[in-house]
């Protein structure tokens, strides 16, 4: 069974601090992966996607990075957080490119930025 | 502009209501649908897809999608407190990357 999980499930940061958000797929080779943003019960926006190893595209410019060091490990980082990075951050992979392919989310990571 | 716009924003109905949410596209690009529903604390989980005109049945579960007018409703029968959460629809095109998702709408089931 493929199985997604999230690290760290919360973090509370100074604005300015760095960031990094972790996300490991297990059971399925080769994923598509993607990170999402979403406000407090808010919308899902896309932030990057990648189709394989070392290659990541960014959808929106949030001041934020990614980057897939391996088959299965995608991360989201920052050298300096702002207030507006707070929110949940949502790890999620799938087996189509484009067409009917179905999400698979991870659990998520909280952040405050304070 | 929302490209996926969902309504209502929120709704609450008592147990073993009916439950009816509606989403509507504006680019006629997308060709799949799909209902996602999220509680609380938790990463969204896929409910069921549509990508044919018609009804689809799942259970309590029934969306219904109309590609000319592109519409998608999802109604949830017999709704159980265990359905409350926020519910999203998302589109996405033949081809390319991005399933775009709707504001989403909260449901709440009373007792």
């Known amino acids: 069974a493929q199985t997604i999980h999230q690290w760290p499930v919360a973090e509370i940061k100074a604005v300015g601090s760095p960031l990094s958000l972790g996300c490991t797929i297990k059971?399925?080779?080769?994923?598509?992966l993607y990170w999402y943003w979403q406000a407090t019960g808010g919308t899902l926006q896309q932030l990057f996607y990648?189709?394989?190893?070392?290659?990541v595209e960014s959808v929106v410019q949030l001041n934020l990075s990614a980057s897939r060091p391996k088959d299965d490990q995608f991360i989201l980082s920052t050298e300096k957080l702002l207030l507006s990075h707070s929110g949940f951050y949502l790890c999620?992979?799938?087996?189509?490119?484009?067409?009917?392919?179905?999400?698979?989310f991870g659990e998520g990571s909280k952040l405050t930025v304070l | 502009q929302q490209k996926v716009q969902q309504s209502p924003e929120s709704l609450s109905v008592p147990e073993g209501g009916m439950a009816s949410l509606n989403c509507t596209s504006s680019?006629?690009?997308?060709?799949y649908f799909w209902w996602y529903r999220q509680h609380s604390g938790e990463g969204p989980k896929a409910l069921m897809?549509?990508?044919?005109?018609g009804d689809k049945k799942e259970g309590r579960f029934t969306a219904h999608l109309n590609k000319a007018s592109l519409h998608v409703s999802l109604h949830i029968r017999d709704s159980q407190p265990s359905d409350s959460a926020l519910y999203f629809c998302?589109?996405?095109?033949?081809?390319?990357?991005?399933?775009?998702f709707g504001q989403g709408t909260i449901l709440k089931v009373y007792l």
């Open positions: 990648s189709i394989t190893v070392g290659q």
């Open positions: 998302a589109a996405s095109a033949s081809s390319g990357q991005k399933l775009v």
């Open positions: 897809s549509i990508f044919s005109d």
């Open positions: 680019d006629r690009n997308f060709q």
């Open positions: 059971g399925k080779s080769s994923p598509n």
């Open positions: 999620a992979w799938s087996l189509d490119w484009g067409g009917p392919g179905q999400l698979y």
